[in-house]
Every structure is written in C-alpha cells, then in structure tokens.
C-alpha cells in the first residue's frame, strides 16, 4: 500500500519537509489536472449536436431532482474510491468519476451562460473570479497555517440546510435569488479553507488522490455559484 517512497500512515503535519513539499506539490497537480479535464470535457459535451435537447431533459420536470440524487451518488462513490488504499488505479477512478460527474451536472448551467446569458464573457470571468478567490484562501491557510478543521462541523450542517432548500426549490418551485448564491459562495470558501488546512495537517502523504478530489470539488462549488451571480447581475 505504499505507493510513495514515505510512510503511507503519516500525516502530512509531521512527515519530513521534502516528503510534504511533495505531497502537496502533487495534490495540487492532479488538481490542476482535474479542472484541464473538466474544461475539455465540457467543451465536448457543449458542442454536440443536439444537446440542447438533453439539457431541457436534464432541468425539465422532476429531471433536475433526478440528476441531483445521481450526482449526490456518484460524488459519494467517487470520494469512497478516492480514499481507498486498495490501489492507485482505484483512488484515480474515483477522481476520474467525480471529474465525469461534474461536467455532467455543470453542463444545463454553462449551456445557458454559453448561448442564452446575453454575454459570452460570463464563463471565463467566473473562471478568473473564482481563480482569484481559490488564490487569496489558499494562500491565508498556508501563510497563517491556522488549523481549520473547527470548520468540519458547521460546513456539514450548513450543507444539509442549503441541500434542504435546494430540493424544496425544486420540489415547490420557487427560485433561489441572488442571496442564496452569495451566501453559498460563503460556504464554498469556507470548504476550501477547511480542505486546504486538512491538506496542510490531516491528510496522510499518500492521499493526493483524495486531498485534489475534496479540493475539485469545493472549486467546483465556488464556480457554479460565481457563474450564477455573473448571470443574475446580467439580467
């Protein structure tokens, strides 16, 4: 199980200073990687023919709420896979999927921000914007090196709240405004910071697997709702 040259059970707070510069070098690489696979998977899905018609599919009706709950799945079988020690092949499928899945439940919210926002410039500020803020909070948890895992708890229960309000949105269709989006930037800031600092003191030398998928996953977050206040603030 030990697919570095360190010790695959030690965190990497107390690994040596080479043996974490390299963790974390690497974390931050598949990171990269993860986002260059997600552009170019949505530059496919975007530009086949037809796929307008999978996205009224997608939102249309109780569609939205399918694909939620398939998304919530796989995000949790991605993550699961991502995390195991059983091989490098596995903790990489688990990546790959979660990569998959976001380019999937992203697509409806692009679509319309590509063709129908009034802007073709929507898409690449929300990617400077949210560029520069993943930027400034990782650079406060590594200068302060402050242990953010306090934030473990209130993330949790502050997503099961906005989880909550999302399918009753869908549910008993209302919208969610402009406050919702922003505050839910909040809450995708803060699970960087939260995720940046176990990178810094909790995850183990071997887990950049795991450590770029959590970290993809909060950027991901960032992104929809940065695009949602550019849209908004455009109409």
């Known amino acids: 199980m030990n697919y570095t040259s360190g010790n695959p059970f030690v965190v990497a ?10 963790f974390i070098r690497r974390t931050y690489l598949h990171l990269g990687g993860a986002i260059l696979a997600f552009v170019a998977l949505e530059a496919v899905l975007l530009n086949l023919p037809g796929i307008e018609k999978y996205v009224v599919m997608m939102t249309g009706g109780m569609g939205w709420l399918v694909v939620l709950g398939a998304f919530m799945a796989v995000s ?23 990569v998959v899945a976001e380019a999937v439940i992203f697509l409806p919210l692009l679509y319309i921000a590509a063709f129908y926002s009034g802007d073709p410039l929507i ?9 520069l803020l993943f930027a400034g909070l990782t650079a406060t948890a590594f200068i302060t090196r402050k242990d953010f895992s306090f934030l473990g708890s209130i993330l949790t ?29 909040f809450f995708a800031g803060g699970s960087i910071l939260y995720t940046t600092s176990n990178i810094i003191h909790h995850y183990r030398t071997t887990q950049h697997v795991a450590a770029s998928l959590a970290l993809f996953s909060s950027v991901m977050l960032l992104l929809w709702y940065v695009i949602r206040i550019l849209m908004a603030a455009r109409r």
């Open 157 to 185: 229960v502050c997503g099961f709240v906005a989880l909550g309000v999302i399918i009753c949105s869908i549910l008993f269709g209302f919208t969610l405004g402009l406050l919702f989006s922003a505050v839910m930037v």
């Open 13 to 22: 707070a107390d690994a040596e200073p080479s043996e974490r510069a390299s």
């Open 123 to 131: 898409i690449p500020m929300a990617g400077i914007i949210t560029g």
């Open 76 to 98: 949790w079988l991605a993550d699961k896979l991502a995390r195991s020690d059983a091989s490098p092949g596995t903790q990489y499928l688990g990546l790959g999927l979660f």
